[in-house]
């Protein structure tokens, strides 16, 4: 799916015509959630998380992803997740979006938590989920 494919309650932040080298998704995600916990150690950065899902098991771990399942693990939850009476829900991807796929259920899962209210979009790197997530704090 690419990302001018986003469901219209999805925003995206980020320029989607950046090319270039850039960090990988992981280390974006190590940036966003240092500089979250750092400025706001007792609130967001308490509450923010990452969810594994099963993307992270393969090569016949069937019965792992399972039990994971029936345990509440949902395919497709986005990296950043923010529970609050708004929450914030972000997809991050490199900052050269063509560097990034997206894995099954990923477009379902943002679409579903904008269906139920949340602050749902997807972010190009680590200075657009920042400012995904300052937005985010304007609304709430």
């Known amino acids: ?3 001018d494919n986003l469901p219209d309650q999805v925003r995206q932040f980020g320029d989607p015509k950046w090319r270039g080298k850039c960090p990988a998704e992981t280390v974006e995600q190590v940036t966003f959630f ?3 916990r750092r400025e706001h150690p007792v609130t967001w950065g308490a509450l923010a998380i990452h969810p594994r899902n099963e993307a992270q098991l393969r090569g016949g771990q ?3 992803i399972a039990q994971h399942k029936a345990e509440g693990m949902t395919p497709g939850a986005s990296d950043i997740i923010i529970p609050g009476r708004v929450s914030f829900v972000c997809e991050m991807k490199r900052r050269d ?3 990034s796929k997206w894995q099954d259920g990923q477009l379902d ?3 579903a938590a904008a269906h139920a209210g949340a602050f749902s979009c997807v972010a190009l790197g680590a200075d ?3 400012e995904a997530f300052n937005e985010w ?3 709430i």
């Open 97 to 99: 979006r063509t560097q």
């Open 62 to 64: 069937f019965r792992a």
């Open 137 to 139: 704090l304007e609304t």
């Open 128 to 130: 657009a989920a920042w």
């Open 34 to 36: 240092n500089r979250l």
């Open 1 to 3: 799916m690419r990302i």
């Open 109 to 111: 899962y943002l679409a």
